[in-house]
Structures are given as structure tokens and as C-alpha cells.
């Protein structure tokens, strides 16, 4: 026996349960790429990336992973290493370009064709409904997150879409970072004050949360 394959100590007899889903994760700007493709509308990272200065080398989320062209294949890759489980976040602004209205069919349909992968990969899809790329559209309209409308809105397009993209799913990623680090560039400085005033704020983003 070897250190490659030495039990832990007190590991033995150890395992996971039945029915533990062995998933990976991603997020929509980190991966799919394709970020003015198919009527998707621009999002507050878009604009943040392509300000220049703002990220180091300029890097920006424009090609990530590629994943929106190459969604088969990752699936692919992960039933090979045994994935049953897969946490994606849908891109609001893919969806609804500015922020409301209707859907946009392209946007949707990249995501109706995810799951369908998954789900013939014997991959449970489990989509988080936002995941910080809110439309620019909506913060320049509603300052963001800063408003009671603008987290109203959000509940009821994500009821209008939650139930489409698998039985598994999040409102909202990261809530303990995005609340205290601000809703677009880094720390407005609302989310924090908020925070520390207490509860009784009735900070709007709290609703999304829940």
C-alpha cells in the first residue's frame, strides 16, 4: 500500500448516500461566451469588462469557455467523469434582452437544449436563475438591485422561466458576496450599509434571496 491509496484514517467504512448527486457547477458570464450573439442583450459585466482599465489585460467574458456553441460536448466531458448533477445560471439578459417582455426564443432555446442534453446524459440539471449579469438595461433603468420594482420584476419573469430548466433550482448565486460588495462595480456601498444598519432596512434584495 502506497499513499496514493492509503485509507484515511477513520475513513473506513465511510460513503455517500443514496441518491448523492456528484455535480459540478458554472455560471453563465464565466462559460458560455457568445455575449452579443442571437439577440442576447448586453449585461452589467459586459459593459463592466469592456470598460477598459476595469479588469486586468483587459479580459472580458466574450468567448469564456464557448460553452453556448459547445454545450453537447461539455455534457460530454462531464458523464465522463461521472457528473450526475449540474448547476448552471441562466443569463437574464439571453433570455430578456431588456430586462422584461418577451422571451427571446434563441436565448431560451439554448438553454431548453442544455437540459435536454443533460437530462439524456443522466445529468439532474439545476439552474440558478441569476447569477450577478443583470441586464444593463435594468440598472440604468432602476439603479438594479437598489430597487424595490426592479427585485419585484425579477420574481415574476423568474416564475415566468423557473419551471422550464429542470425540477432543481436557485432564485439567486452568491447572495452572502453580491450583498455586501454592491450590486454592479465593485461596493456601491448601499448593500453594505444596509447590512450593518440591520434587517429592518428592507434592503430589495433580500426578497430574491428567499
Known amino acids: 500500500m502506497n499513499a496514493s491509496t492509503a485509507a484515511t484514517p477513520g475513513s473506513a467504512g465511510r460513503g455517500f448516500p443514496e441518491g448523492f448527486c456528484r455535480g459540478v457547477a458554472t455560471s453563465a458570464?464565466?462559460?458560455?461566451?457568445?455575449?452579443?450573439?442571437?439577440?442576447?442583450?448586453?449585461?452589467?459585466?459586459?459593459?463592466?469588462?469592456?470598460?477598459?482599465?476595469?479588469?486586468?489585460?483587459?479580459?472580458?467574458?466574450?468567448?469564456?469557455?464557448?460553452?453556448?456553441?459547445?454545450c453537447a460536448e461539455d455534457?460530454?466531458?462531464?458523464?465522463?467523469?461521472?457528473a450526475?448533477?449540474?448547476?448552471?445560471?441562466?443569463?437574464?439578459?439571453?433570455?430578456?434582452?431588456?430586462?422584461?417582455?418577451?422571451?427571446?426564443p434563441k436565448g431560451a432555446g439554448f438553454y431548453s437544449r442544455l437540459v435536454d442534453e443533460l437530462l439524456a446524459a443522466g445529468i439532474e440539471p439545476f439552474a440558478t436563475l441569476y447569477h450577478w449579469d443583470l441586464p444593463l438595461a435594468l440598472q440604468d433603468r432602476y439603479?438594479?438591485?437598489?430597487?424595490?420594482?426592479?427585485?419585484?420584476?425579477?420574481?415574476a419573469l423568474?416564475?415566468?422561466?423557473?419551471?422550464?430548466?429542470?425540477?432543481?433550482?436557485?432564485?439567486?448565486?452568491?447572495?452572502?458576496?453580491?450583498?455586501?460588495?454592491?450590486?454592479y462595480e465593485p461596493a456601491r456601498g448601499y448593500a453594505l450599509q444596509a447590512l450593518e444598519a440591520g434587517p429592518a432596512t428592507g434592503d430589495p434584495t433580500v426578497p430574491t434571496y428567499a
Open 29 to 70: 458570464y464565466q462559460v458560455e461566451g457568445a455575449w452579443d450573439e442571437d439577440g442576447k442583450g448586453e449585461s452589467i459585466w459586459d459593459r463592466f469588462a469592456h470598460t477598459p482599465g476595469k479588469i486586468k489585460n483587459d479580459d472580458t467574458g466574450d468567448v469564456a469557455n464557448d460553452h453556448y456553441h459547445r
Open 84 to 104: 450526475t448533477a449540474y448547476r448552471f445560471s441562466i443569463s437574464w439578459p439571453r433570455i430578456f434582452p431588456d430586462g422584461t417582455g418577451q422571451p427571446n
Open 158 to 183: 423568474f416564475r415566468q422561466t423557473g419551471d422550464q430548466y429542470g425540477e432543481g433550482w436557485a432564485l439567486a448565486g452568491l447572495a452572502e458576496c453580491q450583498a455586501p460588495l454592491g450590486n
Open 75 to 82: 455534457v460530454a466531458l462531464m458523464k465522463s467523469i461521472g
Open 143 to 155: 439603479g438594479g438591485w437598489q430597487s424595490v420594482t426592479q427585485a419585484g420584476q425579477a420574481l
